[in-house]
């Protein structure tokens, strides 16, 4: 009786291409764990400006509830250098004066991350009315910031945001204002939050966006 005999043939990788293989798959790792680097700082970037505009935002919603319900004049305004960078202080202003002795007892102070500039970074495009600045009051003796990374902006009008106690914001001179804040990202320019007030009181947080590019005041 004749038998027959099957022959199994096994196959495998060669030494080269289980290399290359390694070797892609090493380089898909290196890229794609720079990339996921990239993103979450972006995300984190854009996190801190939002987080910064939007707690100046409640800060200054506080205030207005509370001009409107003590009937005086609040105000909030940077800490140093005037410049909204250093963070801010709320404090009652009846007088809408601010000097040291108006500001030695805050309510509150707040500071914002390092990450987070009010200085317009180059190349991007001018936003008009910033900064609440107030264009009549000419002089002020600024507190100076310890921390030299805050730029020092007292060469500017005051910056200040008031409520008087129907809730108004207001300048020095007894006008009203419609006016914005700005922050930009230092590491990521292009990341930047708008605060914006209306001539009706009324604060808003934007986001620069195909709908609204400028933040107009009257969206």
């Known amino acids: 009786m004749q038998t027959s005999t099957s022959r199994k043939l096994t196959s495998g990788f060669t030494l080269i291409e289980a290399v290359t293989v390694i070797g892609l798959v090493a380089l898909f790792l290196l890229f794609s764990g720079h990339f996921s680097t990239s993103v979450f700082s972006t995300y984190q970037a854009r996190n801190e400006v939002h987080a910064t505009t939007l707690a100046l935002m409640l800060d200054a919603q506080r205030i207005r509830t509370l001009a409107r319900a003590h009937k005086k004049t609040m105000s ?40 987070v500039t009010t200085i317009r970074p180059k190349g991007s495009a001018p936003v008009s009315g910033t900064q609440f600045a107030d264009i ?19 060469s500017e009008k005051l910056r200040h945001l008031s409520f008087n106690a129907l809730g108004a914001a207001q300048t020095k001179n007894g006008g009203f204002v419609a006016n914005r804040v700005v922050f930009w990202s230092k590491i990521y320019p292009n990341i930047e939050y708008h605060l914006v007030l209306s001539d009706s009181g009324r604060l808003r947080l934007c986001k620069p966006e195909a709908v609204n590019p400028k933040c107009t005041l009257s969206l």
């Open 136 to 154: 009549s009051i000419k002089s002020f003796s600024h507190p100076k910031c310890q921390n030299s990374s805050i730029a020092l902006e007292s």
């Open 76 to 115: 909030i305004m940077p800490i140093c250098n005037n410049s909204w960078e250093s963070g801010w202080i709320a404090f009652h202003n009846p007088e809408l004066k601010f000097d040291k002795e108006a500001i030695t007892n805050p309510l509150w102070k707040k500071e914002i991350s390092p990450q």
